[in-house]
Nanobody, 119 residues
Framework: QIQLVESGGGLVQAGDSLRLSCAASGRTFTNYRMSWFRQTPEKKESSVVAAIGLNAANTYYSDSVKGRFTISRDNAKNTVTLQMNKLKPEDTAIYYC???????????WGQGTQVTVSS
């Protein structure tokens, strides 16, 4: 299994940018598709924000962040990054990095990092 540690959260103003990073250790990172989820104060369940395939060729973005967020991965450094631009107050959430082996659910999660966007 892999272990995931997020970093880069913080308090910013609307319109600012933040870059979240997730460092993976343990098993072969290239075997895992990776995603960023977020959990808002209003919802108990987290929702996917962005996802990236094994070799970074395929990406997915939720409608709420499309055009503002960019997910990337560096398989040589075992990291996945979420670049967040033009942040909005509704982006305020705990952001989680998660990994899944091909064909499986997201069973590997980081501890989360808080992002707060003030208006």
């Amino acid at each position: 299994q892999i272990q995931l540690v997020e970093s880069g959260g913080g308090l910013v103003q609307a319109g600012d940018s933040l870059r979240l990073s997730c460092a993976a250790s343990g098993r072969t990172f290239t075997n895992y598709r990776m995603s960023w989820f977020r959990q808002t104060p209003e919802k108990k369940e987290s929702s996917v924000v962005a996802a990236i395939g094994l070799n970074a060729a395929n990406t997915y973005y939720s409608d709420s962040v499309k055009g503002r967020f960019t997910i990337s991965r560096d398989n040589a450094k075992n990291t996945v990054t979420l670049q967040m631009n033009k942040l909005k107050p509704e982006d305020t959430a705990i952001y989680y990095c998660a990994g899944a082996l091909d064909g499986e659910d997201y069973n590997y999660w980081g501890q989360g990092t808080q992002v707060t966007v003030s208006s």
